[in-house]
């Protein structure tokens, strides 16, 4: 599908989380078969779509919301169609999960507590064609959680003991095509800087604290309301 729905302020939301390191099946393809090119910027309806043109060039973290981070990669492929009249497809990839490591901006990635696996990863969803012919890219959208909730302190931690106030998701795709071989990319790297309380705003009632009417309130643009106030008379 190139077109992704996502659900604005859902912390609920129907990504499930797995912690859980990336382990190599032995029937994979060589890499770069596949390959995440680019961080989608969501529409104002909440809506991502691989053909689309907007995109972000760096993410924001507002550590004062202690919400998922989510990241919305534009995939391609670049499988050729293997099709037949006797044969059916077997070049269409699913993407379903993504393998998510911290870097710090020295380059090292840092050890968090032992509940916090670095790398770890998280399940998405998107289904990309195989191309016609060879040469071709096909692309598809996905939305995933790219920092959990649960992360924050262990974020707290980063900006207290190192003194760095950014970090470097290095994201790969994991899919598996309809003939059942699995597809890793290559790193995608994608800047995180921190914040606390950039992103808040003052809202009226009957507003209520963290109500947004933005996608992922608390990151990249997104804004919350941190403070309230009296509704104009």
């Given at each position: ?198 992103l808040g705003i003052e809202c009226e009632e ?28």
């Open positions: 599908m190139s077109r992704f729905i996502l659900v604005p302020m859902t912390l609920a939301v129907t990504l499930a989380v797995t912690l859980a390191v990336t382990v190599a099946g032995c029937n994979r393809f060589p890499d770069l078969s596949i390959q995440v090119v680019a961080n989608l910027q969501p529409s104002e309806d909440c809506t991502i779509d691989a053909n689309q043109e907007e995109v972000q060039f760096r993410g924001r973290y507002d550590l004062n919301v202690v919400r998922d981070y989510f990241v919305t990669p534009l995939i391609e492929s670049y499988l050729v169609s293997n099709a037949t009249e006797i044969q059916g497809e077997t070049q269409n990839i699913q993407i379903n999960t993504m393998e998510i490591t911290i870097v710090l901006p020295d380059g090292s990635v840092p050890a968090l507590a032992e509940e916090l696996p670095n790398p770890f990863t998280v399940t998405t969803s998107a289904t990309i064609p195989a191309n016609e012919a060879s040469g071709g890219v096909s692309q598809g959208a996905a939305a995933a959680i790219a920092i959990p909730a649960s992360y924050h302190s262990a974020l707290l931690a980063i900006v207290a003991d190192t003194g760095f106030n950014s970090i470097q998701l290095d994201i790969r795709a994991n899919g598996t095509t309809s003939g059942g071989f699995s597809q890793q990319s290559a790193p995608f790297r994608w800047p995180v800087e921190f914040c606390q309380g950039c009957p507003a209520k604290l963290g109500d947004s009417e933005d996608c992922f309130p608390g990151q990249d643009g997104d804004q919350y309301c941190a403070v309230i106030v009296p509704a104009t008379p």
